[in-house]
């Protein structure tokens, strides 16, 4: 049974649904919304396409912080053929190099499901990572044994893409709340499943998903 409980996050007063010792805040992107974990830090954004961003604690010395960042960008969708969705999984698998050297592309865990009607593709890479250096130098930096999590949600807003990166310890250790911070999206707005030929067009093998914050 879920308890409702007070939490002041970012000077606002918000509810949050705690079950036992885990507890999730609401949080808003657009019209969307998230249940994070209490446990992430919410950070501002640095910019406009980037609607929420939270900073994941490693909890142990001389490991990296995890990232959560929401995006969105006006006027990119994905028009029912897949192609949007693919053309990013493609990019992301570029982020990521193999010690053997060998291509990451074909190694990415993939899934699709319905969240409240939603389609929702995900992906899921290890291995060292390319990224830009945060001190906004435009260096290129090589970060090894990484985990990219990654969720590409289809909603009436337009799509969001969800992403999760840090070192593999600390973003398989913080999965579950992951996963529960998608499957708890939800639109204000009713929102009709595609049609089936735009489910064929995508490849995508959809299952209804139950709601569970």
């Known amino acids: 049974m879920f308890r409702m409980m007070a939490i002041v996050l970012l000077g606002v007063t918000v509810l949050a649904l705690s079950s036992g010792c885990s507890t999730t805040v609401p949080v808003t992107a657009d019209a969307i919304t998230f249940h994070a974990s209490n ?3 919410p950070e ?3 910019h406009s396409s980037r609607k ?4 994941v604690p490693s909890d142990e010395p001389g490991v990296a912080d995890a990232r ?7 006027g990119v969708r ?7 969705i693919q053309a990013n999984m493609d990019r992301w698998s570029t982020q990521f190099a193999q010690d053997d050297g060998m291509p990451s592309d074909g190694l990415a865990l993939r899934a699709e499901y319905r969240v409240s009607g939603m389609p929702v593709y995900t992906f899921n890479i290890s291995g060292s990572y390319t990224a830009t250096d945060e001190a906004d130098s435009g260096l290129q930096v090589i970060r090894p ?12 807003q337009g799509d969001y893409i969800v992403k999760f990166v840090g070192p593999v310890d600390v973003v398989d250790r913080h999965g579950a709340e992951f996963d529960t911070f998608v499957k708890t999206a939800r639109s204000r707005h009713w929102f009709a499943p595609p049609q ?5 067009g995508r490849r995508s093998m959809l299952t209804a998903t139950p709601a569970t914050p």
Do not use: C
Not at 68 to 74: C, E, H, L, T
Not at 78 to 84: A, I
Not at 145 to 156: E, L, Q
Not at 196 to 200: N, R
């Open 68 to 74: 959560v960042v929401v995006w969105n960008f006006p």
């Open 145 to 156: 044994a990484y985990r990219m999590r990654g969720a590409y949600i289809v909603s009436p």
């Open 44 to 46: 501002s954004t640095t």
């Open 196 to 200: 089936e030929a735009q489910d064929e």
């Open 52 to 55: 929420l961003q939270f900073r």
């Open 39 to 41: 446990s992430w830090v």
């Open 78 to 84: 994905d028009s029912g053929d897949g192609r949007v």
